[in-house]
């Protein structure tokens, strides 16, 4: 059964900062990997989809990378802002399933 | 385009009633599917369906039923409501691999 592990499960950090947020996955047969985040109160809205093929994938202040035979990635959010406060999940997907990490609860003081 | 569509956005049930949570898409997406999210347990698949007319056991699926009536529609149905069944839930669509999720029904059973 896949497992998804998200370290650490909150994080608080000073405005303009660098930082990673990990994922590490149990079985390495995965099609893809995908990076969400949650506000409060809200869904979940994609921020990036690595297909298993791939390393990585940016999107404007955000990479992601992908180590599948390590079961590894990482979320790499450059020079943060008080609004990318969020829970952060990152999930595998395999036979249409996606398998969930509990999230990383982002904190981005001003 | 709307996207992933849900309602009710909230509802509160006494134990032992029914109701039926409705998600509509409208992205043409083949796969569907019904997640619930609770504190600490993050997000658990209930039930999918893969295409239109095909539906599965996700990781938690009892005391639910599904219908996938059209391509575009996929409710999800208590029969009779437990307060362990007092939850978020949400509903999502797929493509090529990349999940797109709903606004979420914030759901109370007393």
């Known amino acids: 059964k896949q497992e998804v592990t998200q370290i650490p499960a909150a994080l608080s950090v000073p405005e303009g900062e660098n930082l990673v947020l990990n994922c590490s996955f149990t079985?390495?047969?995965?099609?893809?990997l995908q990076w969400f985040r949650q506000d409060p109160g809200k869904g979940l809205t994609s921020l990036l989809l690595?297909?298993?093929?791939?390393r990585e994938q940016t999107s404007g202040r955000l990479n992601a990378s992908l180590d599948k035979s390590s079961g590894r990635s990482t979320l790499y959010i450059a020079a943060s802002q008080p609004g990318d406060s969020a829970t952060y999940l990152c999930?595998?997907?395999?036979?249409?399933?996606?398998?969930f990490g509990k999230g990383t609860l982002l904190t981005v003081n001003p | 385009n709307a996207g992933v569509t849900q309602t009710p956005k909230f509802q509160v049930l006494k134990t032992g009633q029914s109701m039926t949570l409705q998600c509509a898409q409208d992205?043409?997406?083949?796969?569907m599917y019904w997640y619930r999210q609770d504190p600490g347990m993050g997000l658990r698949l209930i039930y999918y369906?893969?295409?239109?007319?095909?539906?599965d056991k996700g990781e938690v699926p009892n005391g639910y039923n599904v219908s996938r009536l059209n391509k575009r529609e996929f409710s999800l149905r208590l029969e009779s409501a437990a307060p362990s069944q007092t939850s978020v839930y949400f509903c999502?669509?797929?493509?090529?691999?990349?999940?797109?999720f709903g606004p979420g029904t914030r759901l109370t059973v007393t």
């Open positions: 999930a595998v997907s395999s036979n249409y399933k996606l398998t």
């Open positions: 079985d390495s047969a995965i099609y893809n």
């Open positions: 690595i297909q298993s093929s791939q």
């Open positions: 992205m043409n997406h083949n796969s």
């Open positions: 369906s893969a295409s239109e007319g095909t539906t």
């Open positions: 999502a669509s797929n493509r090529g691999g990349e999940q797109y």
